[in-house]
């Protein structure tokens, strides 16, 4: 059973840098959703696709972060001009879309920015 | 504005003793309450969800109780082991809404022999 799979696991990067992290979900899941984690706290929703498309933003989603899911399948999330308070682990979710499915995390990337 | 309250923030409990984290909710159309296990460095992983259709649901050693009046449910882990030392999560969704899920701020349970 291969899960949801993303990459890097961490990233360090200089303030101002532009980062990418990819997510590959469960192969027949047709809903993806990204996730941002800081230390001690829950996850909070930043984003999410049912398949190609994009329905929902957060406010949290500043215009320097961009996510896409060409052809439905993998997707990237992109955070340009990063800052330190864009340190966190960003979580990626997956699930059949269907009523109420349950959602299934990956590991995650951690970002450091110095 | 938080609108899944967990508690507590930490709990230690003895080998083969019940835990117990309790969670709130204020928004009366969330309709999806799972629980979500964390180890350190691992993403969140599903432990046991509920509807407000009913008000208890067990598996294994883990039960939810659910009370819709009061809007509050909680996670009970039943003889607990050392291997479920980890963060908790609670969370809520609106599952017409997209099921984006509102987590709680975690409890970190630790269980000793």
């Known amino acids: 059973d291969t899960g949801v799979s993303q990459n890097p696991r961490h990233k360090i990067t200089k303030r101002g840098q532009n980062v990418t992290f990819r997510c590959d979900p469960i192969?027949?899941?047709?809903?993806l959703y990204w996730y941002r984690q800081t230390l001690g706290q829950g996850p909070e929703f930043l984003t999410y696709?049912?398949?190609?498309?994009?329905?929902?933003k957060s406010r949290l989603l500043s215009d320097r972060f961009s996510a896409e899911r060409p052809k439905g399948s993998f997707s990237t999330l992109e955070i340009q001009r990063t800052e330190q308070g864009d340190s966190a682990m960003y979580l990626c979710a997956s699930s059949s879309g269907q009523g109420g499915q349950p959602q299934h995390f990956g590991d995650g990337t951690r970002l450091s920015i110095l | 504005q938080q609108q899944v309250k967990q508690s507590p923030q930490s709990l230690i409990v003895q080998k083969g003793g019940i835990s117990i984290i309790n969670c709130a909710y204020e928004?009366?159309?969330?309709?999806?309450f799972p629980w979500y296990q964390q180890f350190p460095g691992k993403g969140p992983a599903l432990l046991i969800a509920?509807?407000?259709?009913?008000s208890e649901k067990k598996e294994g050693r883990f039960t939810i109780s659910f009370n819709k009046s009061a809007k509050q449910f909680s996670l009970h882990i039943m003889d607990s082991q050392p291997g479920d030392s980890a963060t908790y999560f609670c969370a809520a969704s609106i599952i017409g809404g997209g099921n984006k899920l509102t987590f709680g701020t975690g409890t970190q349970l630790k269980v000793e022999l």
């Open positions: 509920i509807r407000p259709d009913v």
């Open positions: 192969s027949e899941h047709n809903r």
């Open positions: 696709f049912q398949n190609e498309a994009q329905l929902e």
């Open positions: 928004n009366t159309a969330f309709d999806y």
